[in-house]
């Protein structure tokens, strides 16, 4: 088989698994075993996909997956929502982040958190997964921090300031940050003053209330 040929077989192969309907029959440590009727699949997953597919007991249940092809084998992950998936997907991305460090990052945040811990440029929420340190917690931070994330095509997330919280659209939010900074406002000081963001918002009443609060400092 050319080099061609067993290019596409292999992306091919990457996209027949979307995801495995069945029931849940076995849950170890690291992965559980989906019994579809005819096969039982091996599917390694996140600590809280693990504990959701856990607590399902005999019920038919739908797992989003993920398929790796390389040379020692096949292996297959699997994921509660399309939202962790695409996490895992948008990790594997970054230079040094394998399977085994993405899993490890999505089984001590959730994708809220992940998403909060590269827009607050917070390497120590990184570092508690296994296997990140500082430096790569950095490398997914920059690598990252300007591409666009899965928390952006969600209705929105929490952004813990001061105490308080407030839900508006990741999207909106990060445009007006970008715009602010473009401006030659300081990061730290657009975030201080991200509280109490009214939800659904569009860009610019986001953008001028923001900066109406910037300019009373």
Same mark, same amino acid.
């Given at each position: 088989?050319?080099?061609?040929?067993?290019?596409?077989?292999?992306?091919?192969?990457?996209?027949?698994?979307?995801?495995?309907?069945?029931?849940?029959? !076995?849950?170890?440590?690291?992965?559980?075993?989906? !019994?579809?009727?005819?096969?039982?699949?091996?599917?390694?997953?996140?600590?809280?996909?693990?504990?959701?597919?856990?607590?399902?007991?005999?019920?038919?249940?739908?797992?989003? #997956?993920?398929?790796?092809?390389?040379?020692?084998?096949?292996?297959?992950?699997?994921?509660?929502?399309?939202?962790?998936?695409?996490?895992?997907?948008?990790?594997?991305?970054?230079?040094?982040?394998?399977?085994?460090?993405?899993?490890?990052?999505?089984?001590?945040?959730?994708?809220?958190?992940?998403?909060?811990?590269?827009?607050?440029? !917070?390497?120590?929420?990184?570092?508690?997964? !296994?296997?990140?340190?500082?430096?790569?917690?950095?490398?997914?931070?920059?690598?990252?921090?300007?591409?666009?994330?899965?928390?952006?095509?969600?209705?929105?997330?929490?952004?813990? #300031?001061?105490?308080?919280?407030?839900?508006?659209?990741?999207?909106?939010?990060?445009?007006?940050?970008?715009?602010?900074?473009?401006?030659?406002?300081?990061?730290?000081?657009?975030?201080?003053?991200?509280?109490?963001?009214?939800?659904?918002?569009?860009?610019?009443?986001?953008?001028?209330?923001?900066?109406?609060?910037? #300019?009373?400092?």
């Amino acid at each position: 088989m050319s080099r061609q040929l067993e290019s596409a077989f292999k992306d091919e192969l990457l996209t027949m698994f979307n995801f495995l309907r069945g029931k849940i029959c !076995d849950v170890s440590d690291n992965h559980i075993t989906v !019994d579809t009727g005819i096969i039982g699949y091996r599917v390694f997953c996140p600590r809280p996909s693990l504990e959701k597919f856990q607590n399902q007991g005999q019920v038919e249940v739908l797992v989003y #997956t993920e398929l790796m092809v390389r040379e020692d084998g096949w292996l297959l992950y699997g994921f509660a929502s399309p939202e962790e998936r695409e996490w895992f997907k948008l990790l594997l991305t970054v230079q040094g982040v394998g399977a085994k460090v993405a899993l490890s990052i999505l089984s001590v945040c959730k994708p809220a958190d992940v998403f909060q811990a590269i827009f607050y440029e !917070d390497k120590a929420k990184l570092c508690m997964a !296994d296997g990140v340190g500082g430096k790569l917690a950095l490398r997914i931070i920059n690598e990252l921090k300007d591409k666009k994330m899965p928390s952006q095509q969600s209705a929105g997330i929490s952004l813990a #300031t001061g105490g308080e919280s407030a839900a508006a659209p990741a999207g909106v939010i990060l445009d007006v940050v970008s715009a602010l900074v473009n401006l030659g406002y300081k990061k730290a000081d657009i975030l201080s003053v991200l509280k109490d963001v009214p939800s659904e918002q569009g860009f610019e009443e986001v953008f001028r209330q923001i900066l109406g609060r910037l #300019t009373s400092l």
